[in-house]
């Protein structure tokens, strides 16, 4: 008598083989759910994987998909070995440490250094670096006494304030209309706020309060207007997906401090609130309401994430996340770093998506295991 065939499934432990039943497409939507870091693992488990995983087409959809990550540089202008690189990957909900290698090393202070769209820039008076890691390149040479306002996240201004943009896919520059004249008392790049929205890229002063959007079609300023909701003490530009967002902290009694974000209508400038930080996030954020305490309060964003936290040594850089999806907004702490940062003398701060094709070149050694520090 034939004995009845078993109606159990296969498993990892009695088929090693088990994943074949999945077929090839749907293998690929669960590796396409992972985070970054275990995608790229992924690669290593065996062929059909890696076929998958290092496809052009999974790429582009995995790396259109994935949250952008919040970066931290702390740069010390002593001692360049205690430089530090971290990034946060709000899907793992984990922390990395960065190799420095990873980063342009700066040679001077005049030199400035950012990130967006998954390329570091970095830039003196008579050069500018752009590097997608990785590979490097340097721009063209531009004249020394003009330093350019980058579109795509990065603002570097002189005190003449001339503006250039790099365009990466032509390798080449373009000299525009000069930021307009309200931005050239008492402002600096480290006190302006930058969004690229809708073919416009808005400046935004961060104690200032003004603001002036300029025309990537027409090359044209528009007129500058303030914007500043009632209480703000400073407050940042975002563009949040289909969005632009005003993200500050206030202080109107009897509430006392508060974290809010406004919905700015990019025609009329007009705001109104969409959300205030949860109150105990806010008290994580500062201990204190002294003035130098709120000043260390940065804010950056991308996507439909926004991310504040506190540039103080001593706190270890505590960090909250706004996410705002379907027009409701949920906030949470970011973990806290494992690996206690060194003291910096500047801490630079972005947001960038994460491109997949780049990370496989590299053959993912800058996100191996030893770099969790979660």
């Known amino acids: ?77 002593i001692f360049s070995k205690n430089n530090q690189a971290f990034a946060f990957d709000p899907e793992a909900d984990e922390w990395i440490k960065l190799p420095i290698s990873l980063f342009p090393f700066p040679s001077s202070q005049e030199e400035s250094f950012v ?17 997608a890691h990785p590979r490097r390149r340097v721009a063209p040479n531009r004249p020394a006494s003009i330093l350019p306002m980058f579109i795509g996240g990065l603002v570097d201004i002189e005190d003449r304030l001339a503006v250039e943009i790099y365009n990466p896919n032509s390798d080449s520059w373009d000299l525009c209309p000069p930021l307009p004249a309200d931005f050239r008392s008492g402002n600096s790049s480290q006190w302006l706020s930058s ?74 400038m007009e705001f109104s609130e969409i959300a205030i930080m949860p109150q105990e996030l806010l008290y994580y954020l500062l201990d204190s309401d002294e003035d130098d305490k709120l000043a260390s309060l940065k804010c950056v964003g991308l996507g439909n994430l926004i991310y504040v936290f506190i540039e103080e040594h001593h706190r270890n850089y505590p960090a909250c996340v706004c996410e705002i999806s379907s027009g409701k ?46």
């Not at 090839?24 to 396409?32: A, C, H, M, R, W």
């Not at 496809?55 to 202008?77: E, H, T």
């Not at 990130?115 to 590097?131: D, E, P, Y």
């Open 115 to 131: 990130g967006s769209g998954g390329f570091f820039f970095t830039t003196t008076s008579s050069r500018f670096q752009l590097r």
């Open 329 to 374: 907004c949920s906030w949470r702490r970011v973990p806290n770093l494992m690996v206690p940062g060194n003291r910096f003398h500047k801490v630079i701060s972005f947001c960038s998506t994460i491109p997949l094709a780049n990370i496989l070149r590299g053959a993912g050694e800058e996100f191996g295991p030893g770099q969790a520090i979660h």
């Open 195 to 268: 969004a690229l929205f809708r073919g416009k890229f808005y400046v935004f002063g961060i104690n200032s309060f003004f603001v002036s959007a300029f025309d990537l079609n027409n090359h044209i300023w528009s007129e500058v207007q303030t914007l500043r909701p009632p209480g703000v003490l400073f407050s940042f530009l975002i563009a949040c997906q289909d969005q632009l967002v005003l993200a500050g902290l206030c202080n109107s009694p009897p509430r006392g401090p508060s974290f809010n974000l406004w919905k700015i209508d990019e025609k009329t």
């Open 1 to 77: 008598m034939d004995e009845p065939k078993s109606t159990k499934e296969p498993n990892s432990q009695s088929h090693p083989f088990a994943w074949d039943y999945l077929g090839p497409d749907l293998t690929e939507l669960i590796l396409s759910h992972l985070p970054i870091r275990s995608i790229v693992r992924s690669a290593a488990i065996c062929k059909l994987w890696h076929s998958i995983v290092t496809g052009p087409a999974f790429a582009r959809r995995v790396s259109a998909a994935k949250k952008p990550w919040f970066f931290l540089y702390g740069q010390n202008n």
